[in-house]
């Protein structure tokens, strides 16, 4: 996979539709204990948020194991490898290297660009 971390990167902000049920209940718990828990004590709505969007799901949890970095990883390879050809990656016409966004027209690599 050429640009490996790149495409992972691109995968994970981009594709998540391609998630599935654990994998998404993974990603809210881990947005909610970064971006809730500080303040669930302060804020009613926080807390709610908090509550519905964290899980105590052993399946869950266990994705998240090893840290957000390699929950992305193994999730994006996983999309990767099952969804390829349903997949719209933004590439580079020159290159094939993948672009930063779904919308970008310039190549973050070969400086090619497409506009």
């Known amino acids: 996979m050429k640009h490996k971390q790149d495409i992972i990167e691109y995968i994970s902000i981009y594709c998540t539709d ?11 718990h881990h947005i909610a204990q970064i971006k ?6 302060r804020v009613e709505k926080i807390a709610i948020a908090y509550k519905r969007d964290s899980s105590n799901d ?3 949890l266990k994705l998240l194991k090893g840290g957000i970095q ?4 193994r999730v994006a390879e996983r ?9 719209t990656l933004n590439k580079c016409p020159k290159c094939d290297g ?7 027209k310039q190549c973050r690599y070969c400086k090619h660009d497409w506009h």
């Open 79 to 87: 999309v990767f490898n099952e969804h390829l050809d349903e997949l």
């Open 18 to 28: 391609f998630y599935n049920e654990l994998e998404k209940a993974a990603f809210k």
């Open 70 to 73: 390699k929950f992305h990883q």
């Open 58 to 60: 052993p399946e869950v």
């Open 36 to 41: 809730f828990l500080p303040y669930k004590e």
């Open 98 to 104: 993948i672009a930063r966004t779904p919308t970008a």
